[in-house]
């Protein structure tokens, strides 16, 4: 694939997991676009080391945005786990 086709899958897996995580999360689209690639190469990792496959195959693989939401979801929570220790810090 691309990097067209990471940009793309990266919103796209970046967006699905904000909607699947509701709440209130820092950052925008840049943020959104940037932890749905890191999630994708991340959940695509997470597959051939835990399931041995090929997670990442292609643009229209459902395998493929199956890995990258997944791994967008792990960031997701990582990232806010991350933002709000910084939040709540400086409240304090």
Same mark, same amino acid.
């Given at each position: *694939? =691309?990097? %067209?086709?990471? !940009? !793309?899958? =990266?919103? /796209?897996?970046?967006?699905?997991?904000?909607?699947? *995580?509701?709440?209130?999360?820092?950052?925008?689209? !840049?943020?959104? *676009? /940037?932890?749905?690639?890191? =999630? #994708?190469? /991340?959940? #695509?990792? /997470? #597959?051939?080391?835990?399931?041995? +496959?090929?997670?990442?195959?292609?643009?229209?693989?459902?395998?493929?945005?199956?890995?990258? %939401?997944?791994?967008?979801? %792990?960031?997701? +929570?990582?990232?806010?786990?991350?933002? =709000?220790?910084?939040?709540?810090?400086?409240?304090?």
């Amino acid at each position: *694939m =691309g990097i %067209i086709a990471w !940009i !793309i899958i =990266g919103l /796209l897996a970046g967006a699905i997991a904000k909607a699947l *995580m509701p709440g209130k999360d820092p950052g925008g689209i !840049i943020v959104t *676009m /940037l932890i749905g690639i890191a =999630g #994708g190469l /991340l959940g #695509g990792w /997470l #597959g051939k080391v835990i399931f041995k +496959v090929d997670s990442i195959d292609g643009f229209f693989d459902l395998s493929t945005w199956i890995a990258a %939401i997944v791994g967008s979801l %792990i960031l997701l +929570v990582l990232y806010r786990l991350v933002t =709000g220790n910084r939040r709540s810090h400086r409240h304090a």
